[in-house]
């Protein structure tokens, strides 16, 4: 019993409805017995798995290589914010990753402004540039950044017994 790989390279999530409409086709496909996720170093790892494993890791790492971007981070930031997630429906990965290191360090945000993380919108802050997921590299991948990990990678897979 395990995962198979029946569709790479899905794309992006999209909003919500879409998100649905696509669920839904998997659905009827595959009897609801599907996962989307990545394959890592060879295993299926659900995307769930890979927010901690790829998305917060990889934050992790990017602060302890750039600790003055952690010092800056916290004190100019009040409360981060991605616009782009809520304009289009989009799922926010980046502000919870960072909000979980932030916790897990018993770090607080310290400053006086929203700082938007990502490149959309016009609170953005020369901090939000380099901590947005198109900036950021992948842990163990220096050539290569979180969105186009997380949109490229992606994969859909259906449990086989």
């Known amino acids: 019993m395990s995962w198979k790989i029946v ?21 009827k496909k595959y009897d609801e017995n599907w996962m ?47 616009p782009h997630a809520k304009l289009t429906g989009g799922v926010d990965l980046q502000v919870p990753a960072i909000m979980k290191y932030l916790d897990r360090h018993e770090l607080k945000l310290e400053g006086k402004e929203v700082v938007d993380i990502g490149t959309f919108g016009s609170r953005s802050h020369k901090i939000s540039v380099r901590l947005s997921p198109l900036t950021i590299k992948v842990i163990g991948n220096p050539k290569m950044t979180l969105e186009k990990f997380w949109q490229d990678k992606k994969c859909l897979a259906v449990w086989e017994e």
């Open 7 to 27: 569709e790479r390279k899905i794309g992006k999530a999209g909003n919500q409805k879409q998100r649905e409409k696509r669920q839904r086709e998997w659905d």
């Open 36 to 82: 989307i996720g990545y394959m890592i170093e060879g295993e299926f790892v659900s995307q769930m798995d890979a927010l901690e494993s790829v998305y917060y890791e990889s934050y992790k790492f990017h602060f302890n290589e750039n600790p003055d971007d952690l010092k800056e981070l916290i004190a100019t930031a009040k409360k981060l914010d991605n």
